[in-house]
């Protein structure tokens, strides 16, 4: 009898890891050839952990573009070591994972390869598209930005097979890095001088380890204060004097947008931050209605003064849960400001938007750039058709390999969080709803993008103007800025102190805020009276020092 048990467990044992073999098998046999490059990594029986990187070997077999590629063929584009990790945070609850490659010599040391001619690095990720079952939109998102002529990460979509395992469809994708993003590289020897200005990067994100600002996040319930990290250099490589140099730029670019005259294009945000990238940042945001827009896996970065002294926005990263996938904090609507979150989820604990973009739309210049920006490009790289066409060559590329990819994640018509509702049933219907989404969300933005500020007038003000130069002391960029309570004619006076008229016109003003740029090159230096008059009889008299 105990015979006969022992004799039952070995033959269960051997059953078992029959099946376990078989299992193997069919999952690494849904794979035999692809239109797409082959990933084949081997850890060696070891578990891949958060942190930190284990050696594993990788081997792709990419034969060229147009060629097929078989797993029966030599690992011809690449073939060695690698540090491999598990990356993402929430998104490790998945089956399927993302992972954090570098690309290794046999003694350790980091490896500069290009991969399918992109530049030559070390550093890639693998990501897994797992909840998104489009599997495009981080490489939409990216494609979106590159149209703009901003950087974001070159991708290639491959099939992964880890330790026999058929993993399905994977992105492999240029991982952040100062050299990709077009800024300099940095030394700790990097303490002084021009090569202590940069570059850098950094961000807000979920696991903060630098420096809090100083301003709290708008409509806060939890005075919760945006908290940075850094990217680059990254925490175990930056000295203090680059930690005291970087906090204090992004200190100073806050303390200028947070003043009354942020505006000043001398001493105002514009002295700090290259604008025009926060635009293309802003539009891609706003496109994809991205959740974590502005919060969360948001980067900036800030080159060497004497290639560059302003903070820049993006590279733009992380939009898995963007262009209608994401079923909370209104991250599916088609209408609203993803800028506005705060909004919508004042107390959420990963993160909440800085005050800067709030900030930016009373800002009369950004406004006005930012709407002619959009509307210049919405005729040309931004048409909705263009954005179809991307979409539609990606179905296209991913054709073969999906019916595998679902084979192996049989997940469609199912809820994987954070899928909205209604889930499509099938992947014709998640390209027809992110497609209908697209257009719906392209024309909300049309309808909704201010062409200027609309001011409104406050019962605390008094009579019917307010007015604000700047900057002050005038120069050749100086403007005049009226707000005004209603539509009215005025007269606009320049007196030299001894009463001496200098310069007279009359503007017609809307009710709102109105901008007068005002050159002031023809006067010479000293002190004047700028005095503003309307038919009622108001005047409003400012000092201007020249």
Same mark, same amino acid.
């Given at each position: ?35 797409? +490059? ?56 998945? +089956? ?32 897994? !598209? ?27 979509? @491959? ?9 399905? $469809? ?183 938007? !800085? ?62 969080? !954070?899928? !909205? ?14 497609? @209908? ?12 993008? +201010? ?30 800025? $009226? ?64």
């Amino acid at each position: 009898m105990e015979y006969h048990f022992s004799f039952s467990k070995k033959i269960g044992l051997l059953v078992f890891h029959a099946l376990l073999f078989v299992n193997l098998f069919a999952q690494s046999s849904l794979l035999t050839s692809s239109n797409l +490059p082959i990933v084949v990594i081997n850890t060696g029986g070891q578990t891949i952990l958060d942190d930190p990187k284990i050696t594993a070997d990788l081997g792709i077999v990419y034969n060229g573009t147009g060629q097929r590629n078989a797993l029966t063929d030599a690992f011809n584009h690449y073939n060695g070591k690698i540090g491999i990790e598990v990356r993402g945070q929430s998104s490790q609850m998945f +089956p399927m994972k993302s992972y954090g490659i570098e690309l290794r010599l046999a003694d350790g040391s980091s490896n500069n390869q290009s991969l399918f001619g992109m530049p030559s690095e070390s550093d890639w990720v693998l990501y897994a !598209p797992y909840t998104d079952k489009t599997l495009m939109r981080n490489v939409l998102a990216y494609s979106i930005s590159n149209s703009l002529g901003r950087y974001a990460s070159k991708c290639r979509f @491959v099939e992964l097979i880890l330790n026999n395992d058929y993993k399905g $469809i994977y992105v492999l994708m240029e991982k952040i890095k100062p050299g990709r993003a077009g800024i300099v590289k940095m030394k700790k020897s990097d303490i002084e001088g021009d090569a202590l200005t940069g570059g850098y990067i950094f961000s807000l994100d979920k696991q903060p380890n630098a420096w809090y600002s100083s301003f709290p996040a708008p409509k806060s319930t939890n005075q919760s204060f945006p908290h940075f990290s850094y990217v680059y250099p990254k925490e175990t490589d930056i000295v203090e004097q680059q930690k005291n140099y970087i906090k204090k730029q992004v200190d100073d670019f806050e303390a200028a947008l947070n003043s009354s005259n942020f505006q000043d294009p001398l001493i105002g945000v514009r002295k700090y931050a290259d604008l025009n990238s926060f635009m293309d940042y802003f539009i891609v945001n706003e496109i994809s209605r991205n959740v974590d827009g502005y919060r969360l896996s948001s980067y900036f970065n800030k080159d060497r003064d004497s290639k560059n002294s302003l903070i820049k926005a993006g590279p733009v990263w992380d939009y898995d849960l963007s262009f209608r996938n994401a079923n909370y904090c209104n991250g599916s609507n088609v209408n609203g400001w993803a800028f506005q979150f705060n909004e919508v989820c004042p107390g959420d604990g990963a993160g909440l938007v !800085p005050f800067w973009w709030e900030k930016l739309f009373t800002d009369s210049n950004y406004v006005k750039d930012l709407h002619k920006r959009w509307t210049q490009q919405r005729t040309s790289v931004l048409k909705t058709a263009n954005l179809n066409q991307v979409i539609d060559s990606i179905v296209q590329l991913t054709d073969e390999a999906r019916q595998r990819h679902f084979k192996r994640w049989p997940i469609l018509g199912q809820y994987i969080w !954070p899928n !909205p509702n209604p889930i499509p049933n099938s992947y014709t219907e998640e390209i027809s709803y992110l497609k @209908v989404w697209l257009d719906q969300r392209l024309t909300w933005i049309d309808q909704n993008l +201010p062409k200027q500020i609309k001011a409104n007038w406050t019962e605390s003000n008094t009579g019917t103007l307010q007015v604000n130069v700047f900057p002050n002391p005038i120069n050749s960029r100086s403007k005049i800025q $009226i707000l005004a309570k209603e539509d009215q004619e005025i007269s606009v006076e320049l007196f030299q102190v001894n009463g001496k008229l200098t310069y007279a016109t009359k503007k017609l003003l809307i009710k709102g805020l109105n901008q007068i740029d005002q050159n002031f090159s023809f006067i010479s230096s000293g002190i004047y009276l700028l005095v503003i008059k309307n038919g009622a009889g108001e005047k409003i008299i400012t000092k201007l020092i020249k």
